[in-house]
């Protein structure tokens, strides 16, 4: 297990300030809910961490370590809130989750090097076969490509793709907000049960507070570009301590009582 530690982040896009001087540890086996209002910064956060929006300044250490943001596959996972923006929709999933797969210097493939293509490919085969069993895709699917299956399990074979790569940190963003409610629950669930088994930390994105406070056990706070608020998920979003914390639980729908018409 590693911890996700952001020192001093900050994002320009010429005079524009995306993100500003961002301070946030993860610790290791646990989950930040990242929320803010719409331009906050929340995504291009997550971005930056990775090397899709260009950091201006600040360092990203996974394990104290400082990440190198060149790597291909390095040790933190994004996943998008399309799945297309990280599935090639001419290639079967079987393919793509493969292809996110470590070289067979890999402990599980160590046994295969050296070995004809014959026995590489089916130690592969296999690995690609767990990954879309974690995830609750039947492997006999592995032929078929994205359009072929639903939103929800779209979003599943992107989430096999990220853990594939074996991360340490696994960053999710708002990935369940373009699906159905009734599939929003289970991917959820899946997340949350696929986190506490394999340890990684997680960053999550979201502007659902509900599902933050089911997912985090930290919640942080992006207003204008900047880190505002930060702390246990119950004492934030109970006794909110920035009026941006503030506003952003007033906005929360809520059921009013109403008058008996009978």
Known sequence: MSSLELRGITVRYGRFTAVQDVDLLVPEGTVTGLVGGSGSGKSTLGKAVVGLAPRTAGRVLVAGRETDRRRGRGPVQLVFQNPY????????????????????????????????????????????????????IDPARAALTPDALSGGQRQRVALARALAARPAVLIADEITSALDVSVQGAVLNLLRRLQRELGFAMLFISHNLAVVRYLSDQVAVLDGGRLVECGPTDRVLRRPAHPTTRT????????????DAS
């Open 85 to 136: 923006a990280s599935l090639d929709p001419r290639m079967g999933i079987g393919a793509a989750v493969a292809e996110a797969l470590p070289g067979p210097a890999a402990p599980r493939l160590r046994p295969f090097r050296g070995t004809p293509a014959r026995a590489r490919r089916a130690a592969r085969d296999a690995e690609v076969a767990r990954y879309l069993e974690l995830v609750g």
């Open 248 to 259: 952003l639980l007033s906005c929360v729908p809520t059921l009013a009582p109403t008058e």
